[in-house]
């Protein structure tokens, strides 16, 4: 299983990204997703997360109305889109995978615990 971030790089504020996630190995559609990022010196926090079958989203309060996730199982495709970039969202961002139950269409959960594949992520640099 692999799942690989890519999108990153170097924006300047008030700019937008848009980061891909394609997993291999697995099928995404059994899978919740999540997006959470690390900043130096800081832990990894969850920010973003979608549920296996699109229909429910998850947003930590300090990216609401700014990043959006989105899906595309056929590509096995998670994205998260970017927008109004600030210099605190400078971070390594990581997606990774939650195998969840057949019948768990529109969980996603927050708990990094939970998640069982994790990518190698990819960096954000805002310059302001």
């Known amino acids: 299983v692999q799942l690989q971030a890519s999108g990153g790089g170097l924006v300047q504020a008030g700019g937008s990204l848009r980061l891909s996630c394609v997993a291999s190995?697995?099928?995404?559609?059994?899978?919740?997703m999540g997006w959470f990022r690390q900043a130096p010196g800081k832990d990894r926090d969850y920010i973003a997360g979608i549920s296996k079958n699109g229909a429910n989203t998850y947003y930590a309060d300090s990216v609401k109305g700014r990043f959006t996730v989105s899906r595309d199982n056929a590509k096995n495709t998670v994205y998260l889109q970017i927008t109004n970039l600030r210099p605190e969202d400078a971070a390594v961002y990581y997606c990774?995978?939650?195998?969840?139950?057949?019948?768990?269409?529109?969980?996603?959960?927050?708990?990094?615990?939970?998640?069982?594949?994790w990518g190698r992520g990819t960096q954000v640099t805002v310059s302001s």
């Open positions: 190995g697995l099928t995404s559609s059994g899978y919740a």
């Open positions: 990774a995978a939650d195998r969840v139950y057949s019948s768990q269409h529109t969980y996603v959960t927050p708990r990094e615990s939970y998640y069982d594949y």
